[in-house]
């Protein structure tokens, strides 16, 4: 007797895509900043291309008016993913993945803050260079770059977001 298979049996939910995955970070990380005074009225001068660590920045601000800000903080994370994380339902990812990656990107973003010592601190936050397997998107000034790349020391997948960013006193 042979199995008999429908298409259902064989169909597999989409995967996610690092589109997708990096969307749903930055959805968390600004939940995450709420209490983080960043505005995304800045306005850059001159050349906007992609930034490094180190780098500085002209910026032009409404309140504050033309200000250099250097690029000297990264906030980052990664975790080992496996074909059924990136398999799973956006919302099971959110809750599972996404949130503790953007716990850990806030913390790092509240700190330097915090440390900075100045309550009205300005964070600028600029996109970093992207090449195949990573994206960068945005939402009220702050850049997240997202990438799934495959370590090959480790025989598996990785997920890595990072936060390219200075502050201002």
Same mark, same amino acid.
Do not use: A
């Given at each position: 007797m042979t199995a008999q298979f429908t298409t259902t049996d064989l169909q597999r939910p989409p995967a996610l895509t690092i589109d997708d995955m990096t969307r749903t970070v930055l959805a968390y990380l600004i939940g995450e900043l709420r209490f983080v005074q960043f505005d995304d009225n800045i306005a !850059? &001068? @001159?050349?906007t291309r992609a930034r490094t660590v180190g780098d500085e920045v002209q910026t032009r601000h409404p309140r504050a008016g033309e200000i250099r800000v250097t690029l000297d903080k990264l906030a980052d994370t990664s975790l080992p993913v496996? $074909? =059924?994380?990136?398999e799973q339902q956006i919302e099971h990812f959110g809750a599972s993945l996404a949130a503790p990656l953007a716990s850990v990107l806030a913390a790092r973003i509240t700190q330097d803050l915090y440390d900075s010592g100045v309550d009205d601190a300005l964070f600028v936050s600029v996109p #970093?260079? &992207? =090449?195949? @397997? $990573? &994206?960068?998107?945005? !939402?009220? @000034?702050v850049y997240l770059r997202g990438q799934l790349r495959y370590d090959i020391a480790r025989k598996q997948s990785v997920l890595a977001? =990072? &936060? #390219? !960013? @200075?502050i201002a006193a």
């Open positions: !850059y &001068v @001159g050349n496996t $074909s =059924d994380d990136i #970093l260079p &992207v =090449d195949e @397997g $990573s &994206v960068v998107m945005s !939402y009220k @000034g977001f =990072d &936060v #390219l !960013y @200075g």
